[in-house]
């Protein structure tokens, strides 16, 4: 992993300021359910409720987001809108817009992994018919009143911002079935007659997707409602770009860099790295960021002000790209031949904090071919950056003790230290899968080593009994004969995942995040995301039984140990 060492400097005061803390990376997919995905009804409160009894006061999670190809999180149609399918349907059921029978065919479906087709698809059959069981007068009749006008208050809040055309941009993608800049051009270029037309020609689907908008702010409401009574923050994420055929593309083409048809001219990616060696190819259309400025970076503020009204701090994926982003010429099949070109730097932030009045809390992901440049920017505007424990362990070159990602290189408290993050493999899984030489570097960085032995095979420096060569002639031949292969034998340590977060919690960091998955000690069939690859991720769901009390209390126990329980 290449170093993204920075000298230590003395600190502004940070807007992200939290006490000694720590918490856990999971996704609202990831949370046992019985509607075949996680959801933000009794899912999200039960998780609550264990983190509390854990004693961790940070939950984090991926993108809320509609989620785009194979499930990710990432590649959204909206940066603003939800992603409908984690929208409980028990409180429908209990409203009387759905009835409990018309709900197996999604409790059916798997319970440790996500079917993102098949529940899309039925999660979508069930909204559309609570919908239209709404709009008929079905259902509890206080249910009816409440939210007839709820909804309108709703409209009237968001519509402007982000809803009106995320609504009527869902509807038109439904219709038309393929990307915007392929749809009748006075609709791809947004002509004011074309779109008042098919206004009126979609009203009944622009209303169901408005409905579903409606229906995750209610309940997303009660959710952070929870986190609060229990003192538990709730740490959202914004990805630097969006998809090309998303609503925020699509309703403010002059803030990216495309044609005059809506075409990209350049794609986002990274160079080759850690991840990958040709570089990840993120396709993500690239901002004008003299466009954004003139308009003094309003689409930025409308982002931050919606992310903001779900969460409590936001990390920034890819925080770098805001001092300078790899640019790959359109039609490239790798990410190897793009360009570095400068971003806005602290500009865009201080126009967000001008406008929402204050500097909102942001932890900045400053993983991967960090510059100085990067670290400054992160640093003048006073946020946390990352470090992330499987980073330190070095590559086939084995152990370096001045590696940044160790706990004793820290550079300062304000950082947020992980685990692994949801690009990274479980830490059970990266100790089975990393090379002798790293496993090897942790043992010896924790005291796990066998200890040298003298001929008779007793360990150097421990005080012999009369008994020890009398122990040496009856050993069976080849046994500790040959130490390196001893040494080999036990270099997967049993006790990896919990090593991990006890390392994490040690630390000074001033919070430290560990996954769920490495508290339930898994292996890497379970981890999130593989970089760099487009199927068969995004799918790990938890098991009810695994996420109990005897982890809870374990968890919480180190967390007091290590001074990270809340006053």
């Known amino acids: 992993m290449p170093t993204t060492r920075a000298k230590t400097r003395d600190l ?49 999670f991926l993108p809320l987001n509609p989620h785009g190809y194979a499930g990710s999180p990432y590649g ?3 940066a603003m809108a939800a992603d409908p399918i984690l929208i409980s349907l028990e409180p429908l059921v209990q409203a009387g817009l759905l009835k409990s029978k018309e709900l197996q065919a999604l409790e059916d479906l798997p319970t440790l992994e996500v079917d993102y087709k098949r529940v ?55 219709k038309e079935a393929k990307p915007w800049v392929e749809w009748p051009s006075d609709l791809r270029d947004r002509k004011p007659g074309a779109l008042l037309k098919a206004r009126q020609e979609l009203a009944d689907d622009i209303d169901e997707h408005v409905f579903c908008q409606f229906l995750f702010d209610q309940q997303w409401a009660k959710v952070r409602s ?9 740490v959202g994420d914004i990805p630097i770009f969006v998809a090309h055929d998303s609503a925020d593309v699509w309703a403010n083409r002059k803030q990216f860099k495309l044609d005059k048809n809506g075409k990209q001219l350049v794609q986002a990616g990274v160079p080759p790295d850690y991840f990958s060696a040709t570089g990840q190819l993120w396709g993500n259309p690239v901002y004008d960021w003299k466009a954004l400025a003139q308009s003094k970076y309003h689409w930025w503020v409308l982002r931050f002000r919606r992310t903001l009204a779900l969460t409590d701090i936001i990390r920034i994926d890819h925080f770098r790209g805001f001092q300078a982003a790899w640019e790959v010429p359109a039609g490239e099949p790798t990410a190897m031949n793009g360009v570095w070109v400068d971003g806005p730097g602290v500009s865009v932030f201080k126009a967000v904090e001008q406008a929402l009045g204050y500097n909102p809390p942001v932890i900045a992901e400053d993983l991967g071919l960090i510059t100085e440049e990067v670290h400054r920017l992160r640093d003048a505007l006073g946020y946390p950056g990352m470090k992330v424990l499987q980073f330190a362990w070095g590559g086939d070159t084995g152990f370096d003790p001045k590696n940044d990602h160790l706990p004793h290189n820290l550079p300062h408290r304000r950082c947020v230290y992980y685990t692994g993050t949801h690009d990274n493999n479980t830490t059970r899984g990266w100790a089975t ?18 200890p040298p032995q003298d001929d008779d095979g007793v360990a150097i420096g ?16 080849g046994i500790l004969e040959n130490v390196q292969d001893h040494d ?21 960091a001033d919070v430290a995040i560990l996954q769920l998955q490495d508290a ?48």
């Open 12 to 60: 502004i005061p940070s807007s992200t300021v939290l006490p000694r803390c720590s918490g856990v990376l999971c996704h609202v997919t990831s949370l046992p359910s019985k509607h075949g995905v996680g959801d933000i009804g009794k899912a999200s409160m039960w998780f609550l409720d264990w983190l509390h009894s854990a004693g961790q006061t940070i939950w984090q």
């Open 120 to 174: 899309t698809t039925l999660k979508r059959q069930a909204l559309r018919l609570a919908r239209n069981r709404f709009r008929n007068g079905e259902g509890v009749k206080e249910v009816l009143e409440n939210w007839t006008s709820a909804i309108d208050e709703f409209v009237l809040s968001e519509g402007p911002d982000w809803l009106d055309d995320y609504a009527l941009f869902q509807a038109l993608r439904e």
């Open 462 to 477: 421990k005080r012999k009994r009369t008994d020890d060569h009398a122990s040496a002639e009856v050993r069976p031949k």
């Open 433 to 450: 899968e990393a090379a002798s030489v790293q496993r090897r570097g942790v043992r010896k960085y924790i005291g796990r080593l066998p």
């Open 76 to 78: 959204t149609s909206s």
């Open 226 to 234: 929870r986190a609060k009574e229990l003192g538990i923050k709730l």
């Open 488 to 508: 080999q034998a036990l270099d997967v340590i049993e006790t990896v995942s919990w090593d991990f977060i006890r390392l994490a919690l040690a630390s000074v």
């Open 520 to 567: 339930l000690d898994l292996g890497g069939e379970c981890r999130m995301n593989l970089p760099a690859t487009a199927e068969g991720n995004w799918k790990w769901r938890a098991e009810a039984s695994s996420v109990n009390q005897d982890i809870a209390v374990r968890l919480r126990d180190l967390t007091e140990l290590y001074g990270r329980l809340p006053l």
